[in-house]
Structure formats: structure tokens, C-alpha cells
């Protein structure tokens, strides 16, 4: 099993910045990506980034064409954390954000993620 516990939403202006965190535990050895998706009300769950995190370097990454340039995924091994920095926010980027762990695509990409692998979220709200 893997644990995930995001944290760091809250209320920005847009224009603001936010850091998430998803802290794992667990058997983390299991998988090999973590990986922030989002979902609005009323809209499809939809993927923000990813960043591999198995050996041999590690460290690839992968981003929604939406949040590109805006948005940076990074890992602390140390602390068996994955972050999410976010800038230059938009109303737009308002949803709850979940980070989940499975498996990264050979090719790259968003995370093949296990379904009992997510956390259980935190809300990102942009205003205008």
C-alpha cells in the first residue's frame, strides 16, 4: 500500500503563486510516478503533471499543455515528497488537486495510476 497526503491549497488572487505537497508512505517502492490531477466542479478529472520517480536518475516529467511554463513538478527523495509549484495562476486553474501514485509511461506522460493510490485532495481556488 501507498499513502498519499497532499497539502498547501488555499485562496489566491490570480496572478498569485501556491506550492503543493504529497507526501508518501508506504510501499513506495511499488510504483515509480506521482502524478497532480485536478478536477473542477462539474468537469472530467483531468491530469496537471507528472514527474518519474524510479532509479537511475529519475526525474523525467510531464505537464498539461494548459498548465506548461506555469507549473513545476519536483521531488525531495529525502522526504519522499513531490511538490507542485504553481505560478501566474488563473481562475481557471480553480479544481481540487489530487496527487496519485502508479506507474510512468516508457514514452512519457501522465502516471498509470493505481486506483487506491490517491490522496484525498486539496482545494485550489483562484479569483479573478
Known amino acids: 500500500q501507498v499513502q498519499l497526503v497532499e497539502s498547501g491549497g488555499g485562496s489566491v488572487q490570480a496572478g498569485g503563486s501556491l506550492r503543493l505537497s504529497c507526501a508518501a508512505s508506504?510501499?513506495?517502492?511499488?510504483?515509480?510516478?506521482i502524478g497532480w490531477f485536478r478536477q473542477a466542479p462539474g468537469k472530467e478529472r483531468e491530469g496537471v503533471a507528472a514527474i518519474y520517480t524510479g532509479g537511475g536518475g529519475g526525474g523525467g516529467t510531464y505537464y498539461a499543455d494548459s498548465v506548461k511554463g506555469r507549473f513545476n513538478i519536483s521531488q525531495d527523495n529525502a522526504k519522499n515528497t513531490v511538490y507542485l509549484q504553481m505560478h501566474s495562476l488563473k481562475p481557471e486553474d480553480t479544481a481540487m488537486y489530487y496527487c496519485?501514485?502508479?506507474?510512468?509511461?516508457?514514452?512519457?506522460?501522465?502516471?498509470?495510476?493505481?486506483?487506491?493510490?490517491w490522496g484525498q485532495g486539496t482545494q485550489v481556488t483562484v479569483s479573478s
Open positions: 508506504g510501499h513506495t517502492y511499488s510504483s515509480n510516478c
Open positions: 496519485a501514485a502508479g506507474l510512468y509511461p516508457a514514452s512519457g506522460g501522465f502516471c498509470y495510476t493505481h486506483a487506491n493510490y
